[in-house]
Every structure is written in C-alpha cells, then in structure tokens.
C-alpha cells in the first residue's frame, strides 16, 4: 500500500518534468504532422509518430491530466469564483458542441428524404456537388450509409449536452431520500470513481483502436514504447476507406475519431460536475443550479421538458 502510495506521487511530480520535456522537444512527437497520409521521409519522424501513439494513451498523459486537475481544483478552492469560472466555461463548451451538431439531425433526415425522392421517383444513381470546377459525386448507397455518421455525431457530440440539460436516464435508488449534501458527495463520488476511470479506459482502447486504421503494423494498448520504437522502421500510412458495399460510405476512420472525441468530452464533463458538485457541497443549496444553462421550452412549458 505504501509502495502504490509513493508510486503515484512519484508519477504526480514526474508529470511536471514531462511537460516540460514534451514542450521542449516537439520535435521528437510532432516531426509528423507535416506528412499525413503521405511517405514519413526519415527513421526520426517515423519514430516521432510512434512516440505520438504511445504518449496519447499512456500512464505519463493520464498523470499529466491528473496533475492539471489537482491544481485547477487546487486554485478554485482557494479562489472560489475561479472554479466558477472553470465549470461555466465546460458547460458552456458541452452545451455550445451540443447544440450545434442537434442542427445534424435535421440534415440527415432532409438528405433521407432526397435520397428516396431521387432513387424512387428520379431513378438518379448518383448525386454530385461542385463549385470552382471541383465536383464531388457519389454514389447513393454512398449518401445512404453517411447517414449513420450523422447518428453517431449526435451520440457522441451531444452526450455532455444532454447531461447538463439532465436527459440522461438516471436508475435513483437512494438519491432521492438523502440530504442535500449526500446528494452532492455521490455526485463527487460519482464523478472520481465513476466517470472518470471509466472514461480513461475507454480512452486506452479507442485511442489505439483509431490508430490500427490509421498504420500500419497495427499498434496495441499492450505495447510499449520499445516495441513501438522497433514498429517504427516499417510503419507506413494505411488509412481505412472500405465501406460495407462496393459504393457505399469509405470513410469509416471518422467513426473512431468521433469515439475519441465522446470520451474526451466526458472526461472534460466529470470534471466540470465535480468542481459543481463540490462548489454546491461547500456553499450549500443556494447554490444548487447556480449559472446553469439549461434550454426552455418556454413559459408555461415546464411539464414537457422533464427537468422539473
């Protein structure tokens, strides 16, 4: 117990020292940038790739990250308006990625209504856009499976939004019965032991997952640096453009990147509900729902919007 106790404080004040070499030596993690999806010209930035890989879902990022949070919570508590701050400007992100990608919704369901009118009653194979000389055409069954990144944007760009709204499903076995203050404990709890382990996982394996169709040889969260290093020599760009049909939709890579993108915002999220669950704790009811933006139906509109 005490060896995994000097472990993690190790791995805290080690974090400062990887910032600081990470932020010193760009070059050894970014030399790649500039080729993607195009021949990495030198051993060096092949390497610099692979160290990209690993550090994105390794034990140094997840201390990194976890040092940040001490400090910023470190810094609201001392200066409470500044936690303030932190958890309205979160939300204010969750809700403003929310509400713009809920307009999707609307684009899929218009482009399934021209999909059927132009296949039904048209008989058109095909469906082209262009402008300046640049066209851009494809195929129906091509539109008709883009349909469901539309459905996977809305899961995974909305999913911060909905909670901040309250329109996620909650099972409450005891947390109505409890007092304020136990409320905001198992939200904190909740949100340290629950949310954020669990998005962490979650990040291990689809941050590798998203790079298996990315390169080649394929890379695993079981790999290590050394290993990795070693894949370098051979790695060469091989991004994922098979679609389910012949003529169907060939950029399934985006589906990964949106999976990164609904564990990093739920990450972000636990940590805005706990520094709210902890101002609300401390400050006590009054507090409860302070600067929360919430969408309205209107006045009068109450008993259709499931908040109240």
């Not at 791995?11 to 910032?19: E, K, N, Q, T, Y």
Request: glycine share 6%.
């Amino acid at each position: 117990m005490v060896d995994a106790i000097i472990w993690v404080f190790a791995s805290i004040l080690g974090a400062f020292r990887d910032v600081a070499y990470a932020v010193s030596h760009p070059q050894e993690w970014l030399a790649w940038l500039p080729y993607i999806n195009q021949q990495m010209p030198t051993p060096e930035v092949k390497e610099s790739l692979m160290r990209f890989i690993y550090y994105g879902a390794s034990r140094e990022f997840f201390f990194v990250l976890l040092t940040l949070f001490l400090i910023l919570t470190a810094v609201g508590l001392w200066r409470r308006p500044v936690m303030w701050a932190y958890v309205r400007g979160l939300e204010f992100f969750a809700n403003g990625i929310g509400r713009i990608t809920a307009w999707v919704g609307l684009v899929m369901v218009v482009q399934q209504i021209v999909i059927v009118f132009l296949q039904r009653i048209f008989r058109v194979a095909s469906i082209e856009f262009g402008a300046f000389g640049i066209g851009f055409e494809r195929d129906l069954s091509w539109w008709s499976e883009e349909l469901k990144l539309y459905n996977a944007m809305i899961v995974a760009l909305c999913v911060t939004y909905t909670f901040v709204q309250g329109g996620h499903v909650r099972v409450d076995l005891i947390y109505s019965g409890v007092s304020y203050r136990t409320k905001k404990a198992i939200d904190m709890f909740g949100s340290l032991f629950f949310m954020i382990p669990v998005a962490s996982l979650t990040w291990l394996f689809a941050w590798f997952f998203f790079w298996r169709v990315m390169v080649v040889p394929n890379t695993s969260a079981s790999d290590s640096l050394d290993k990795l290093l070693l894949k370098a020599r051979a790695v060469r760009w091989n991004i994922e453009t098979i679609g389910f049909s012949p003529n169907g939709f060939d950029a399934y890579f985006l589906f990964k990147i949106l999976i990164l993108s609904f564990v990093a915002l739920t990450f972000l999220h636990a940590m805005a509900f706990f520094w709210r669950s902890l101002l609300e704790f401390i400050e006590g009811p009054e507090a409860e729902g302070r600067h929360l933006d919430r969408d309205t139906l209107g006045q009068g509109e109450e008993a259709y919007e499931g908040t109240h």
